[in-house]
């Protein structure tokens, strides 16, 4: 008997898009997209396509697992549910009486995007137990962050009004890998006479499909933006009208963007001089243009300043006003849900719990604190292979004396170090709420085909976590449908006006309210109400109140390193799908010819990246893809014993970013040789 069915993808993806699942007796034998969607209209990614060959993968967890080796050597027997919760919640309460609640610590993150499995009974769960609370900032926080010092909240232009821009800036972004159907939009625009310029560290597939590739040193893209701005404050490009209508600090802007000569910036860039001018003079002649900030640009220790300079840059030219004009981070302000009926940080024991970084989990699991971590909870997320620092994360999950849980789909890099492994459902097998951070959509997924194995969702193990703790709150109780209608009750936010469970349950997918609402541009939920090109706010916690280029930090090895996500794989996730690995080939290492020359390096040579805190082998990509003194990889490729692979992530440094306490992926400097 064959069925279909609509649901959404769960990938931490901004496409969020909209699927046509197939089964045939009750199994999934093809996943396409869906032609009905506005956005996604049918088209997805090669990933996805392969669904099926991730749920009935082999190697699928299908039931809950106790280590009975050595910790990082793989070897569990298979135990009960039941079995499994008794043990969790008596390690637990023994740790509790011992050191008191925080030295338990949950580490989560966006492995599934469903609203109801990332930010529902488990954060409940932590809550009521007074468990050590997680700063979840290893994605977009360092950006996120910045943009909202000058616009107020993550939200900028419709993508679906992108078609109608004349000049498209994609900056920082790897759009034709990470974010496909801005692309798509983006084609459209350039059928109608838009130009794209790109602006990257690499020249990627996105590079490559621009009409104009701007190459740039990593971590000075504010500095670019200030140098745009100062040829537009020369050259008199800017909106005045706007200007004093809807922004405050424009006098103080524009002091410190004298000092930004296109000289001087080409200097800090590398992006030369006339071409500093050529696209200051296009972006400040060419309406309505749009902005697509990346993630990439903001992966550094200057990167929250990077992108509050950009997030500048529309309201100088007063784009906002204009169909396809303005700039976009992320849209996730527009589909906000209830947080706290969600999360119930109520249940928190007063004072709150202590905070620790994700970023720095290594040394929070092997530096001194009181408490210690004992015990640690890791969902929806593949730390050893996705945090910085990896060795130190490595170690720190070797200590015997650290009791560790994961929830997974499959034996990752995490789920070795673990002392009990939980199989997780698939979002093919559960119920959630979706929103995308990019388009203005949300959607239903129900659940397809029934849980494989024993598996249980995220939303289901911590709510009968929470019956094996005693705890005995009516919240424990909530039905997944409970949470739902709970998240979409937010008063605070008009965009949910009509999205419903009921109508949600109907169309699969809705359109946010926007019929009536003034753009965040006229009313920005800034402490002035204007758009801040100046930050009081900034200034208190002692960083420059306008945007400013700081370089940066380390330069101990001669090779600035930049490794960025790929076409194949979604962070970690499928990179252990043969198919998709063939088609990626293998993982590589871009180098400037001439860094390659000096060091005996030739294209296809296999070669060890290394610095301080570990090292890498990978194949070397000589060529002019990196400016000098840049070194680019792709993917989040699993460790291989049999190939030698290591992680890249052995080598990034797992300080904080300028704003937001973001990760700093790309920050890092290496040096390398051939083997
Ligand atoms: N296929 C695929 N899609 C994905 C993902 C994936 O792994 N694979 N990951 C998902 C997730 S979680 C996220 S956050 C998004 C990320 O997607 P994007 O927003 O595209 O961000 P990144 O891919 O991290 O980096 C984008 C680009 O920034 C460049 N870059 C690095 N440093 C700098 C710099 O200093 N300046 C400039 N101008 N450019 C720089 C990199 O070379 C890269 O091409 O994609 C999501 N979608
Ligand atoms: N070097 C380098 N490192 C990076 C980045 C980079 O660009 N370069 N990007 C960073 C960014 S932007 C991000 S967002 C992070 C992403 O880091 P992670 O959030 O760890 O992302 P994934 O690697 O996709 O791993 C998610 C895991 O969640 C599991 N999972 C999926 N669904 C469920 C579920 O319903 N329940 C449970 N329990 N598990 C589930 C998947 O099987 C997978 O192993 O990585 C960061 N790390
Ligand atoms: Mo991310």
């Known amino acids: 008997m064959k069925e279909q069915f609509i649901t959404a993808c769960s990938l931490d993806c901004p496409d969020t898009c909209s699927l046509l699942v197939e089964t045939e007796n009750g199994r999934i034998v093809k996943v396409t997209g869906n032609p009905d969607h506005p956005v996604t209209k049918g088209a997805i990614c090669h990933k996805v396509r392969h669904t099926p060959d991730k749920l009935y993968h082999p190697d699928r967890i299908l039931y809950p697992l106790k280590r009975i080796g050595a910790k990082g050597e793989g070897k569990f027997a298979r135990i009960s549910w039941d079995e499994a919760y008794a043990e969790i919640a008596g390690k637990f309460s023994t740790i509790i009486e011992e050191y008191g609640a925080q030295a338990i610590l949950p580490y989560s993150f966006y492995g599934n995007m469903g609203i109801i499995n990332t930010e529902g009974m488990d954060r409940r769960f ?43 800036i994609v900056w920082g972004c790897n759009m034709l890998s990470t974010n496909m159907h801005q692309a798509v939009f983006a084609n459209e625009a350039r059928k109608k006479g838009a130009k794209i310029v790109v602006i990257d560290v690499h020249e990627n597939r996105t590079a490559k499909w621009a009409d104009w590739f701007i190459p740039i040193q990593p971590g000075s893209d504010a500095a670019l933006a200030l140098g745009i701005m100062h040829v537009l404050m020369e050259e008199n490009l800017l909106d005045e009208a706007f200007i004093s209508q809807y922004t405050t600090g424009f006098a103080e802007l524009k002091e410190e963007a004298k000092a930004y000569t296109p000289e001087k910036v080409s200097a800090i860039t590398g992006v030369p001089a006339a071409d500093i ?116 994360v490595v170690q720190g999950m070797l200590r015997e004396d650290l009791f560790t849980v994961v929830h997974e789909l499959f034996m990752t890099d995490t789920a070795k170090y673990a002392d009990i492994v939980l199989p997780a459902t698939s979002t093919f097998e559960n119920l959630d709420l979706y929103a995308s951070y990019w388009h203005l959509y949300m959607s239903l997924g129900e659940p397809i085909i029934p849980p494989q ?127 998709l690995q063939q088609l990626e080939k293998r993982p590589e ?59 890249v992530n052995a080598l990034t440094p797992d300080s904080l970013s300028d704003i937001g306490r973001g990760a700093t992926f790309f920050s890092g400097t290496v040096d390398v040789r051939k083997i």
């Open 453 to 579: 194995g024993e598996a249980k969702s995220n939303f289901t193990l911590f709510k009968e976590l929470a019956a094996h703790m005693g705890f005995t709150e009516p919240c424990f109780s909530d039905t997944e449908e409970d949470l739902i209608r709970q998240a979409l009750d937010n008063p605070d936010n008009p965009h949910l006006l009509g999205i419903t469970y009921e109508a949600l349950k109907e169309k699969k997918w809705l359109r946010l309210h926007t019929e009536g609402i003034v753009p965040a541009y006229k009313n920005p939920p800034t402490p002035s109400g204007k758009i801040e090109l100046f930050s009081a706010a900034l200034e208190q916690q002692g960083l420059s109140p306008v945007p400013v280029h700081t370089p940066l930090a380390d330069n101990q090895y001669p090779l600035r390193f930049v490794p960025a996500p790929n076409h194949q794989f979604l962070n970690s996730t499928m990179a252990n799908l043969p198919k």
């Open 126 to 168: 932590f809550h009521r137990l007074g468990a050590t609370q997680l700063e979840r900032t290893i994605c977009n926080a360092a950006g996120s962050t910045g943009y909202m010092y000058t616009m107020g909240r993550s939200a900028g232009i419709d993508p679906e009004d992108t078609v109608h821009s004349k000049l498209i």
């Open 277 to 392: 001018v050529e696209l200051a003079r296009m972006y400040g002649r060419t309406t309505p243009s749009y902005i697509r900030i990346g993630n990439g640009l903001q992966h550094h220790d200057n990167g929250g300043m990077a992108v509050r300079a950009i997030s500048c840059l529309p309201a100088l030219t007063g784009q906002w006003q204009h169909l396809g004009g303005g700039a976009m981070k992320g849209n996730s302000s527009f589909s906000s849900t209830n947080s706290f009926l969600l999360e119930r940080p109520d249940l928190m024991p007063n004072p709150a719990p202590r905070k620790v970084n994700m970023n720095q989990l290594g040394r929070v699991l092997l530096e001194e604190s009181n408490p210690p971590v004992k015990a640690m909870f890791v969902y929806n997320c593949n730390p050893a292979q996705v945090a910085p620092e990896q060795s130190k």
């Open 589 to 647: 290492v871009y180098l400037h010819k001439d860094d390659a020359a000096a060091r005996g390096i030739a294209g296809g040579d296999l070669v060890e990246l290394w610095n301080d805190r570990g090292s890498c082998r990978l194949h070397a990509n000589v060529g002019t893809a990196v400016l000098p003194g840049v070194a680019v990889t792709q993917g989040l490729w699993w460790s291989d014993a049999e190939t030698g692979y290591t992680s």
